[in-house]
């Protein structure tokens, strides 16, 4: 740290690097990759691929987020904190603390829930056709309606996911907002 409470040019770069990085992480796997492998995939290869990404994914949103938070906490003097960073500090803990519920807690259950799900489909044949990809009935929506097993499953299903999706949306966010105080905050391009 050089004086006067600054931090050095590399801490800056490994700061930037991080919350970049994290961020273009997570447009990627929200906004890209996922509605383009559930068009391409069958639906059991993507839920495949998703519990396979998605622990890595998780995990290295909570891993950037904590890197930039204990940069951020070490680099200032608590009691001369500005309005921006103490907003850039609650946001990264923001981020740790979703990407961590994300990665320790909704993430397992959400696949465990999946599996649960997809092995009521195989049972029926279900599983291998490309989302949008029959024509006529849905044959989830009958099963949905037919067996009250599979609706409690897909409730459950859906409610962790959705939970997931919203801790996700909160990391995306965070880090967003961080990235804007940061480029805000810039003297000169």
Request: charged share 15%; aromatic share 12%.
């Amino acid at each position: 740290m050089e004086e006067g409470g600054n931090s050095g040019g590399l801490i800056k770069m490994v700061h930037l690097l991080v919350l970049s990085g994290a961020w273009g992480m997570q447009m990627w796997v929200t906004f890209v990759s996922g509605f383009l492998l559930f068009r391409g995939l069958p639906r059991h290869t993507f839920g495949l691929v998703q519990s396979k990404l998605f622990p890595f994914y998780f995990h290295t949103s909570m891993g950037c987020a904590f890197i930039n938070l204990c940069i951020l906490v070490s680099q200032h003097a608590w009691a001369q904190l500005t309005f921006l960073e103490a907003s850039q500090l609650c946001l990264l803990f923001l981020s740790l603390t979703l990407a961590a519920i994300n990665a320790r807690w909704l993430e397992p259950r959400t696949t465990a829930a999946m599996w649960a799900l997809q092995t009521v489909e195989k049972e029926r044949g279900l599983g291998r056709e490309v989302a949008g990809g029959h024509q006529g009935p849905d044959p989830y929506r009958q099963l949905q309606e037919k067996d009250p097993k599979y609706n409690a499953l897909r409730q459950n299903f859906f409610r962790y996911h959705g939970i997931s999706s919203l801790c996700n949306l909160g990391c995306l966010l965070s880090n967003g907002f961080c990235l804007a105080s940061l480029a805000l905050s810039l003297r000169s391009l």
